[in-house]
Every structure is written in structure tokens, then in C-alpha cells.
């Protein structure tokens, strides 16, 4: 009697015998696509999208979706991932030829020889079929048209990218509207918000002096009641290594206006004691906390520190346009309030106060439950259902751990809890379905709380499929994936596994998108999982020799 084959030769074997089930979806996944729900500012920053929630598989490119990271390939152009907001009405989403007179058309064909004439261009990759596109349209188109009136030495042009896919795919566009700003032809991201103002401001910033002189009080004034952040040093002389150092530091920061002054009159205007020691500098807001007085060394990375750690409000309500202030923030550790409007009176007091021990710490973001746009999809995303006002911590999108508060909301509490964020003391938290009461089919159900138990098990060889119900590859990779684990069932050593991506969370099965396939070898558990990657072939020739991916997923056959 022959011996019993090895799992892993036993998954050659199944993959020798039927190469031709997984070429195709080898070539349809070849990039996988990605999960708005696994990244949050993904999630914010296409919240509102004419792209619904994915069913139906397809890989036709034609179908108005790009073919690249970030947005899956299927969708409605008539419904709204969040809900059935299509945009603006047609008459302010829809320029007329003329409120778009100065907004290059660029295209693959003359994309280089714009970006090579003009040193200055910034760029936006939008979709015909998205309502914040077209919402920021007559935004765009304003700001091309006033920065020309002003003479500034720059270029605002749009890259249609469900025509472009590849000229999006090569500037890493993964949500629409993307905005980047060229310099002598290198890129980098717009961080302000999506209006005219806005964007004049931002570019203005970049292309204008790094500090501006400010010596009459009517020119104060306008800036006092004009700007919603400025910073302005107090100096004894308008050049030199002081101003030196307040320039270095203004170029750290994208929008926030640096001035100085060695007027005493406009000193005082910024609330700065004309009989004060020279030099000193304060930032000014318009928020419940108006003045905040910088008393660290005058270099410029202490200056750009002391910007950053309290230009934003105490608490800032996310939305779309506040989010680039939250995930472009270096601080990453956030402090978050989910409560319906009418109770976050209650408990904001709490939370500004709690903030103020925490500048340049933590950030502190409230979240408004019963916000149509935002409120439901970012609750999803941590887990939390039904309105109950609810506080947690976040690390971030780079490690997107959470961690629930429990008990009373006070400002004793919050400040213990907060504390206790900073110094890592707290147990995170994952989302999980109930573990099943059976699991006897063929494809184990792993949840997010049973995964130790079956994944991590030593004794076992484990392949686990991470996907979304709503994933087109998730859906065509299905009925391979149970003729797999059928053809492999007499073998007590290895599990075939899957776990809904979606509803469930683990630190030891982060998807990469949506199919992740992740092979755990046994009595290795402690090493990270080996991923498999898409974008290799699954099978290279006629004569059956596998991919070193693939090989390296099963064992270096």
C-alpha cells in the first residue's frame, strides 16, 4: 500500500491536476483589491462615493472603475458606498466650459510635457461617476481661475482616471478625488481641504515667502481677524537667525501662515506684551482656545513642534475636511468621542478639558453618531452599534489598535484613561462574530475570537482565506476553495480555513485586501504567517512548475 501523501504534497498534487481553476483567478486578482473598511482614512476620505458596496464579480476594466488599488473593480454607479447621496445638484457640480477656463485637460499623451514646461502643477484624478469630484469642481476651477488673476506661477489640471488607469495606477491613486502637487515634477500630497480657499492658501504657502512681514496694524488686523490659524514672532529685527529659524520652521508646515513684526502695536494686537522679551512668538486661533504662547527654545524644530502640537482645536469633529488634519498629524494616538448631537453637549466640556493635558500628546476627535456621512460608516469600522455614546483609543491607521473605555465619562476617568493610552497599559480590543456552534464543513469558519484556537494550534498545517462577502475575487476564489478542502479532508494535520475580513479582526490575520490568503506551517506559529501573493503566476509553462511564491506558500516545494 502506497504511503499516505504529506498535506503539503497533497496541495502540488491538487494544484498539478487543475491549474486550469486557478489561472484565471490568479489574472483577475493579479491586484487585489483593497477594503475601505481595513484603513479608516481610506474610509473618510472615499465616504460618500458612487461606488456601492461590491457584489457582483467582474473584471471588465471598461466598466467605468479604475483597475488599480484602492477601489474594487465592481460597483453602482447609481448608489453611494454609504448610502444613496449621488453629489451635488447638476447645476454646482458641473462647471460650464468657462468656470474651468484655466484648468489644464491632461491626459498619458501630454502628462509629461505639461509637467516638464511648468514647474509648479497641481494635478487632480477624479471620476466622472464621483459626487465629491463634482463637488469639488467648481472649488477647482475657482481656485485655477483666482490664482491666475494673482499671477502666481502655477498650473491646476484634472486627469480623468477612468480613462488614465494606468497613468492613475503610476501615481498610487487609490480614491478619488486625489490631489498632488508637482514641484520640478515630483509629487506629493495635497493635505488641505476641498474648497477654493483652501487650495489658493495652500499653494500660496508653498510658493510664497516662508514668513511674512507685518509692521502697520491694519494689515494686522486682517490677518487677526482673517486667518483661523497664524503664528507671529515678535522680533527685534526682521532678519537675521531668528527670523532664520521662524522661516525653517513655517516650511514644516503646509497651512498655517507665519508672520513677524517688530511693531509693538501689532504685537499687542496678537495679545503679545509690547514690554516682552524679544524674541517670543504665540499662535492665535479662533476656538475657545485663542492664544497659546510658545516658551521653548527658538529653533525651528522646537517652533514646528509647538505649531503642530496645537494648531488643531482641542477636539476636532471629524468630517471630510477636517480628516487630513487628523491622519497627516505625526501624532497618530487618538482619543475618540462617538456620541448622537444632542448628547455631546454632556460630554465634549469633558473631553476639551481632558485634551488640555495631552497637546502634542494625543489627539482628541469627536465623532458625531448620527452623522449621515461619517458617523455610521466609522462606527462600523470599530465595531460599535447603537447609539450609546462610547469613548475609545486608536493608534492609528498604521497599527489600528483599539481600546474601549468602560464606566463613567468624568474628567478624572478620561485623564486616567488617557494616561494609560500613552503608556501602553490598556488591552486592545477586536471586533469577532460568535464562534459557531458547529463547524463541521470542509472550510473551517474562523472568528476572530476562536482564531487562536484554530489557527495558532502547533500541531496543525493551516491555510486561512481572509474576504469579504461583498468581494468579487472573494466569490470566484469560493468553489476552489471547497473543491481544495473536500479533495484534502482525510488529513488530520492540515485545516482549511476562512474568516470573514469584515466582522472580524486579529493581530496575527491583517489582509492585505480582499482575498488574503495566509498559510500558517505548523509548530512555526510564533513567525509571522506567509502571504500569498497575487500579482505572481500561479503556474508557470506547460509542464506544471509553480511560482516561487507559490512554492514558498507550500512548504518550498
Not at 261 to 285: N, Q, Y
Not at 354 to 373: C, I
Request: overall charge negative.
Amino acid at each position: 500500500m502506497a504511503a499516505m501523501p504529506t498535506p503539503r504534497s497533497f496541495l502540488l498534487l491538487l494544484l498539478l491536476a487543475t491549474p486550469f481553476l486557478l489561472l484565471p483567478l490568479a489574472a483577475s486578482a493579479a491586484v487585489p483589491t483593497s477594503n475601505p473598511d481595513i484603513d479608516l482614512e481610506y474610509l473618510i476620505k472615499n465616504a460618500g462615493l458612487d461606488d456601492s458596496t461590491p457584489s457582483t464579480p467582474t473584471d471588465d476594466p471598461e466598466d467605468g472603475a479604475p483597475d488599480f488599488p484602492g477601489l474594487d473593480a465592481d460597483y453602482d454607479e447609481d448608489e453611494d458606498l454609504f448610502g444613496d447621496d449621488d453629489g451635488p445638484e447638476e447645476d454646482s457640480s458641473h462647471p460650464s466650459a468657462a468656470d474651468e477656463a484655466h484648468v489644464l485637460l491632461l491626459t498619458a499623451a501630454n502628462f509629461t510635457a505639461v509637467l516638464a514646461a511648468r514647474r509648479h502643477v497641481m494635478v487632480e484624478f477624479y471620476a466622472p461617476w464621483c459626487g465629491h469630484c463634482r463637488a469639488l469642481a467648481p472649488h477647482y476651477a475657482a481656485a485655477a481661475s483666482a490664482l491666475a488673476e494673482q499671477g502666481v506661477d502655477v498650473a491646476l489640471a484634472k486627469v480623468d482616471a477612468t480613462e488614465d488607469h494606468d497613468l492613475a495606477q503610476a501615481h498610487d491613486v487609490q480614491g478619488y478625488p486625489t490631489l498632488l502637487f508637482f514641484i520640478d515634477g515630483v509629487p506629493r500630497d495635497y493635505s488641505g481641504e476641498r474648497t477654493k480657499d483652501a487650495i489658493v492658501a495652500w499653494i500660496s504657502k508653498k510658493l510664497g515667502p516662508a514668513v511674512q512681514n507685518l509692521t502697520a496694524v491694519d494689515e494686522a488686523e486682517k490677518v487677526v481677524t482673517g486667518d483661523d490659524v497664524a503664528v507671529l514672532a515678535f522680533l527685534d529685527h526682521l532678519s537675521g537667525a531668528h527670523s532664520d529659524e521662524l522661516a525653517a520652521a513655517s516650511r514644516l508646515e503646509d497651512t498655517i501662515s507665519f508672520y513677524q513684526t517688530t511693531s509693538p502695536d501689532v504685537a499687542k494686537l496678537f495679545h503679545i506684551d509690547p514690554e516682552a522679551k524679544r524674541p517670543s512668538i504665540v499662535l492665535l486661533k479662533k476656538e475657545e482656545e485663542k492664544l497659546t504662547v510658545f516658551d521653548g527654545e527658538f529653533r525651528a524644530s522646537a517652533i514646528a513642534e509647538f505649531v503642530s502640537a496645537n494648531k488643531i482645536p482641542l477636539i476636532t469633529t471629524l468630517t471630510q475636511e477636517t480628516a487630513p488634519a487628523i491622519f497627516d498629524n505625526p501624532i497618530k494616538k487618538q482619543i475618540l468621542l462617538f456620541a448622537v448631537a444632542k448628547e455631546s453637549s454632556k460630554f465634549l466640556p469633558i473631553i476639551k478639558e481632558t485634551a488640555k493635558s495631552f497637546k502634542g500628546k494625543l489627539l482628541f476627535v469627536f465623532v458625531e453618531r448620527d452623522n449621515e456621512e461619517v458617523g455610521e460608516p466609522v462606527a462600523n469600522y470599530f465595531g460599535i452599534t447603537g447609539q450609546e455614546t462610547t469613548v475609545l483609543a486608536y493608534t492609528g491607521n498604521e497599527d489600528a489598535k483599539k481600546f474601549f473605555f468602560s464606566g463613567e465619562i468624568s474628567l478624572d476617568t478620561m485623564k486616567e484613561f488617557a494616561q494609560d493610552f500613552l503608556e501602553d497599559k490598556l488591552t486592545p480590543s477586536y471586533k469577532s462574530d460568535p464562534v459557531p456552534e458547529s463547524n463541521d464543513e470542509d472550510v473551517k469558519v474562523v472568528v476572530g475570537k476562536s482564531l487562536d484556537q484554530i489557527v495558532l494550534d502547533e500541531s496543525k498545517d493551516v491555510l486561512l482565506e481572509v474576504y469579504a462577502p461583498w468581494c468579487g475575487h472573494c466569490q470566484s476564489l469560493e468553489p476552489i476553495y471547497n473543491k481544495l478542502a473536500k479533495y484534502l479532508r482525510g488529513i488530520d494535520s492540515l485545516v482549511i480555513a476562512k474568516m470573514d475580513g469584515t466582522n472580524n479582526e486579529h493581530p496575527r490575520a491583517k489582509p492585505d485586501g480582499f482575498p488574503t490568503i495566509l498559510f500558517y506551517p505548523a509548530g512555526k506559529k510564533s513567525f509571522e504567517p506567509v502571504l500569498y501573493d497575487w500579482s505572481c503566476p500561479v503556474i508557470l509553462g506547460n509542464g506544471g512548475r509553480f511560482s516561487g511564491q507559490l512554492a514558498k506558500l507550500m512548504g518550498g516545494a
